[in-house]
């Protein structure tokens, strides 16, 4: 006996000294009230006065978050419990008053209810959360470990890309991987792994589907496969975690994280074919491609995050655009969708690009630097509004056309990646916009710097003609229905029982006769307004280019004459020349 315990004595030593100093424990109340108790504590704190903070935005979300409205009931004592003052020095710092107390420990409690791709949520089905809301950090002191125990229900499993560290319990490196380790505990998660040159492939299920988990696990294989081929070696993980919340309303998006992702998406419950998992390929390709673009491939003005407030880069059109230019390519060279599939979404973007009065006012760079102002909402000026993720990816198609007709077919965009990889990341450096034209200038010899002048930091249009033409392509107008924006110029969006002006474009006929955001359109008793298609019925009543509409402004009726509508209409198809044997 003696003996034994002797043995056992440094091994119990070592295991407390190898303990973080900074550590969390998450306790659950009553699953209807929604609240996690987080207690932290911090050893080593600084003598006098030590701050804590809660982060103001998540990685991934380049949006102010303020996720200490969702906090309440912060308290700070000793180890020994004895109650130390507490205040806060602005909306999501606070100050301990600790003296000579080394080891400290913060209560709170967090309020779980938004269930989206990067939020927290807890009720008696599921425990989900994005360690960026809930977990507050040491200024200072981001790098060090941290311990994490988790006190959830006998039974529940756990999917996370966190490092098990006995029962319950998980170690990160540091604040910035707690941060970045989204995780569901759930008594109901189904879990598959394909393992693809060595690297495990984790898919974990949440939420109810019709759909076949073996069959999404074969898709997510063919795509890791096309994935790690595309990087030709360089992998920034060994196992990596699709996070998947399935839900029965509409919902497609996705958090990219270095080693995991976190979805929801949905309608999942009702698949016509339950091994067609085509309406989850789009955001799970993205979220893995990111593991590399955005988490291991990472710009300057990104490093080290800061989550007190914003950071701004103008880089989020390279961050997102060509993440969404990426996603589709390697589904299409992965056979998750036809050729014809790929084509249709620059068909389209194409068209909403030249459609969009924010393409000639705003570049992507400053969309960029601005996404903090407006990067995801639709208020505000939308006439002015530039969408990183599509413009940011048809940017990329216009380099990547030029690229491959600059080196006869022989280099591609997907070289100016590998070679931003080989040079930063596993080399240990971060890079900035001047390193994305010196790639290009040893890629194809080129100075690309013009372009950037006109494309990125200016609004010149994208030449799509010119650039397939000599690629070997051709984009084709293709007469299309009229629609309210290319018809009048105007959007119409549909409140309750009403359709309200949602956007008037500059110098449009809708301008011109003065449509107002907010008006409301009024039918008659020959013309009833639509519930739905209102662009087959704004056709419908057009004489001779002119359309009369009566609307509601601010509840009093007021008449307007639009003249001059537009009567051609169209969109584009985008067709292989028949000679071009290239390859894509
Ligand atoms: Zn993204």
Redesign the pocket.
């Known amino acids: 006996m003696k003996r034994l315990i002797f043995l056992l004595f440094p091994l119990f030593a070592m295991s407390l000294s190898a303990q973080p100093a900074i550590q969390y424990t998450m306790d659950f109340r009553e699953p209807n009230s929604h609240l996690i108790d987080i207690t932290m504590t911090i050893r080593n704190a600084l003598p006098g006065t030590q701050q804590v903070a809660l982060p103001a935005w998540r990685p991934g979300r380049y949006a102010i978050q303020n996720y200490s409205r969702l906090v309440q009931e912060v308290r700070a004592a000793s180890e020994t419990g004895l109650p130390l003052p507490i205040r806060k020095l602005n909306k999501d710092t606070w100050e301990i008053s600790n003296g000579n107390v080394s080891a400290i420990t913060v209560t709170y409690s967090f309020y779980a209810t938004i269930l989206d791709a990067g939020s927290t949520f807890y009720n008696d089905q599921e425990i989900y959360f994005n360690g960026s809301n809930l977990f507050m950090y040491v200024p200072g002191r981001l790098n060090e470990p941290v311990f994490l125990k988790i006190n959830h229900p006998d039974g529940w499993q756990t999917a996370t890309a966190l490092k098990p560290a006995g029962p319950k319990s998980f170690t990160a490196a540091s604040f910035h991987e707690l941060a970045d380790s989204p995780t569901i505990i759930s008594p109901t998660l189904q879990h598959r792994k394909v393992t693809v040159d060595s690297i495990n492939f984790h898919i974990w299920i949440q939420g109810e589907t019709n759909g076949n988990p073996d069959a999404l696990a074969e898709g997510i294989r063919k795509m890791a496969r096309t994935h790690l081929d595309f990087w030709q070696g360089v992998v920034p993980f060994t196992d990596f975690h699709f996070l998947y919340h399935l839900v029965d309303y509409r919902s497609g998006h996705g958090v ?1 994280h270095a080693k995991s992702t976190s979805m929801v998406l949905g309608p999942l419950t009702n698949l016509p074919d339950p091994d067609d998992w085509k309406r989850a390929y789009p955001t799970t390709s ?1 979220e893995l491609f ?1 593991a590399w673009h955005v988490k291991y491939l990472v710009p300057a003005d990104l490093e080290p995050y800061d989550y007190s407030k914003e950071q701004y880069t103008n880089l989020i059109w390279f961050l ?1 655009g060509f ?1 969404s230019y990426f996603d589709i390519y390697l589904n299409h060279k992965a056979g998750l969708i036809t050729e014809a599939e790929y084509w249709e979404e620059f068909e389209r973007l194409i068209r909403q690009s030249e459609l969009n009065p924010g393409t000639a006012v705003t570049s992507i760079a400053d969309a960029s630097y601005d996404a903090w102002l407006y990067g995801y909402s639709s208020d505000g000026n939308k006439n002015r509004m530039v969408t990183f993720y599509s413009q940011g990816e048809l940017f990329a198609l216009l380099l990547d056309l030029d690229i491959r007709k600059e080196t006869n077919h022989q280099k591609t965009l997907g070289d100016l990646m590998r070679w931003l990889v080989a040079e930063f990341p596993v080399k240990g450096r971060f890079y900035q916009e001047s390193d994305l034209l010196n790639g290009l200038k040893l890629l194809t010899g080129k100075s690309y710097a013009p372009w950037f002048a006109d494309y990125v930091h200016g609004t010149k249009p994208f030449p799509f003609q010119q650039a397939f033409d000599s690629a070997g392509y051709e984009l084709i107008k293709v007469p299309a229905d009229p629609v309210s924006r290319t018809l009048l110029g105007a959007d119409f969006k549909r409140v309750d029982e009403d359709w309200v002006v949602d956007q008037v474009l500059p110098d449009s006929p809708a301008m011109k006769a003065g449509l107002f955001l907010g008006d409301k359109l009024s039918g008659s008793v020959f013309h009833p307004l639509p519930d739905k298609n209102l662009d087959a019925w704004l056709a419908g009543n057009l004489s001779d280019s002119t359309l009369t509409l009566e609307v509601k402004r601010r509840g009093k009726p007021v008449k307007l004459v639009l003249s001059g509508l537009n009567t051609t209409h169209y969109t584009y198809k985008i067709q292989k020349k028949t000679n071009h044997t290239s390859p894509w």
């Open positions: 990219e993205h990111h997102e993440t």
